[in-house]
């Protein structure tokens, strides 16, 4: 019996979103709210729909994230499609944006300006919880012209 396939996982990309991470913290909170959630073992459509429930009921921001109880942020999962673990999830992105307001003052645009280059830029992300190194390279795909603008 041959091998079966796998079907390459689609390449998203901050546009299809009609997001420019160029544009400031919100855009760029908002592509990492993404990048989490294709970063995670489940399908990229329930992924989208998911984040897409997230900016429908404004949480788009680390702080409205934390401020939602954890039985309604399950309930945004849930509305996305997740199916199982969503309760692992909420806890999971509840920690994570705690850390980066923390660590952070909750932006993005102060991560990468702390960093030297991608590669730290990468070590910092997957320091975040439930950050490892596939959430950090769907999330810097986008970020070559941060890094670019320091060189000119």
């Known amino acids: 019996m041959p091998a079966r396939s796998r079907r390459p996982r689609p390449v998203h990309h901050a546009e299809d979103f009609e997001l420019d991470v160029l544009r400031g913290d919100d855009d760029l909170f908002k592509w990492f709210l993404l990048s989490y959630l294709f970063g995670k073992p489940i399908q990229s459509t329930v992924a989208a729909k998911t984040w897409r429930v997230f900016i429908d ?84 795909r986008e970020l070559d012209e941060f890094f670019a603008r320091r060189v000119e």
């Open 57 to 140: 009921h404004q949480l788009d921001t680390p702080w409205a994230i934390l401020k939602i109880s954890e039985h309604s942020l399950v309930s945004r999962l849930r509305q996305g499609g997740y199916t199982r673990y969503q309760h692992v999830m909420a806890r999971a992105l509840r920690t994570c944006c705690q850390q980066l307001i923390d660590f952070y003052e909750g932006s993005l645009t102060l991560m990468i300006d702390s960093s030297l280059d991608q590669d730290e830029l990468s070590k910092r992300l997957q320091k975040l919880y439930g950050v490892g190194p596939k959430t950090a390279e769907i999330f810097m």
